[in-house]
């Protein structure tokens, strides 16, 4: 027995139990893949730009307000709050003025081809609770950093787990029904291989061959879908990941742009400052 089926035993459904259960039984039924998992502390005034999220995400406001948008809703998010985003929704955020942000996070994929959710799904977890959810994120966390045998497996257990707990306990004061369509199938597959091959020096070139359409017809088609460019779009996957090569590894910066797909270090500082508003080595974490 799994974590996330001992959970569902030892808790089994109740009057109380949201009814809509039907997406929490997709996701314990079938395969999901964990693509990142982190914990970071975010300054004040902090801005993440705008943009279609290709994987879910399940974020834990651990200190701090963040101010989330979501399709156009503003909601400001308080500390203790878990909430969803889903795969496929634009979104934005910033954190107050007020006061920096610490966050954890992990983002996965799942097989269900359903359309966003209308409002992020979220539940304010009590002081009682809070800890053992914390300790589900660093296990993540940790698990996701390691490379022994049978990572993936553990990797989605402990989100099974994390997902039927938050699942069976959210908010469903807002509506489940989607209100937008899922991209073309050869976006949604070429978005996937271009988060697996970032570092890939050829990547959107290559990228344009496997979406087997033309260049005009398939930009057209990811312009409509994203917002931006197939080549805007991988340059922020790799500019995301090098700013947690540089937060999490101890890596130079030569060394950073090599892992992200770019050959020339001089270039790719220009782009992460031009991106971030700070240069790599600046950035570096102490």
């Not at 966050?103 to 409002?119: K, V």
């Not at 938050?166 to 989607?178: K, M, T, Y």
């Not at 590894?249 to 892992?259: G, L, S």
Request: hydrophobic fraction near 35%; glycine fraction near 4%; aromatic fraction near 10%.
């Amino acid at each position: 027995m799994d974590k996330s089926t001992d959970f569902l035993h030892k808790n089994p459904v109740t009057a109380q139990t949201p009814p809509d259960l039907d997406v929490l039984r997709e996701w314990l039924r079938q395969p999901l893949r964990v693509t990142h998992a982190n914990r970071v502390r975010f300054e004040t005034g902090h801005r993440m730009e705008e943009e279609v999220v290709t994987t879910n995400r399940l974020i834990l406001v651990v200190r701090g307000e963040l101010d989330y948008t979501v399709e156009g809703a503003r909601r400001r998010i308080p500390q203790g709050t878990q909430f969803l985003v889903s795969a496929w929704t634009r979104r934005v955020w910033t954190t107050p003025r007020a006061r920096a942000c610490e966050i954890a996070w992990c983002e996965f994929e799942d097989q269900r081809e359903a359309a966003p959710l209308e409002a992020p799904p979220r539940r304010l977890i009590s002081k009682a609770d809070l800890p053992l959810e914390l300790a589900s994120y660093r296990r993540l966390q940790k698990i996701w950093r390691d490379e022994a045998g049978g990572r993936e497996l553990h990797l989605e257990a402990e989100l099974k787990a994390l997902l039927a707990r938050f699942w069976l306990a959210r908010e469903i004061s807002a509506p489940i029904d989607a209100t937008t369509t899922l991209p073309h199938p050869r976006v949604r597959a070429c978005l996937k291989w271009m988060n697996d091959h970032l570092h890939e020096p050829r990547a959107l070139d290559e990228a344009y061959e496997v979406s087997g359409l033309t260049k005009n017809y398939f930009r057209e088609l990811f312009q409509a879908a994203m917002g931006c460019s197939p080549s805007e779009h991988l340059q922020r996957l790799r500019l995301r990941r090098a700013r947690y090569l540089l937060w999490q590894t101890q890596k130079p910066v030569k060394e950073v742009a090599y892992e992200v797909g770019y050959s020339d270090p001089l270039y790719f500082s220009r782009l992460y400052l031009r991106f971030w508003g700070r240069g790599p080595s600046s950035e570096r974490r102490r």
